[in-house]
């Protein structure tokens, strides 16, 4: 199933995807640096990863709707894909908790509690990526015509469906 949203052939979802996680991750690793003893501004810079993060999981996830909606129902791909997508909410939801927090604080530093949040929200956001890229390369969910949108799980080890080689 090829991407429903594209520039200049290329599927617009996964080319936005990068950013935001790029962001949130950073956002985290400068709040852990900063709680430890790190330079005061990390803190500040976490915060405006985490807004321009969000930023970019929204149009992200604009992007993905679009593929999310082509993928026809009773599929795999399509399970998958809404699991891809609940987790990518609950992310966004919980970054954009920890954003509100931190706007109107006397300092964009974050604490205990909110660095605890944020982990949990990139444990999400590690298999969110994971069942994201289950999607693209075994299910070929925008970027293959003639995908397989019930291939089994790529967790499935290759032997138990056909031997190596394909000698039987």
């Known amino acids: 199933m090829e991407s429903r949203l594209k520039v200049l052939g290329h599927p617009v979802h996964p080319m936005l995807v990068m950013f935001p996680v790029g962001l949130l991750v950073t956002a ?3 709040d852990l640096v900063d709680t430890v003893g790190g330079p005061d501004f990390l803190g500040e810079v976490a915060y405006w990863n985490i807004t321009v993060g969000l930023v970019g999981g929204l149009l992200a996830a604009v992007a993905g709707t679009f593929d999310l909606l082509a993928i026809p129902q009773g599929t795999r791909a399509k399970r998958v894909a809404l699991t891809h997508a609940a987790a ?4 966004l939801l919980l970054f954009a ?3 509100v ?3 109107n604080a006397d300092s964009r530093a974050a604490g205990g509690a909110l ?3 944020e982990v949990v929200a990139l444990a999400i956001l590690g298999v969110s990526a994971w069942l994201g890229g289950e999607l693209v390369d075994r299910l070929g969910v925008g970027v293959d015509r003639e995908a397989d949108l019930d291939a089994p799980s ?3 080890p290759a032997a138990a469906t056909q031997r190596i080689g394909g000698a039987q």
């Open 154 to 156: 790529s967790l499935r």
């Open 97 to 99: 908790a920890i954003w």
């Open 88 to 91: 990518n909410l609950a992310v």
């Open 28 to 30: 985290v690793l400068f």
């Open 101 to 103: 927090v931190r706007l």
């Open 115 to 117: 660095i605890a949040i």
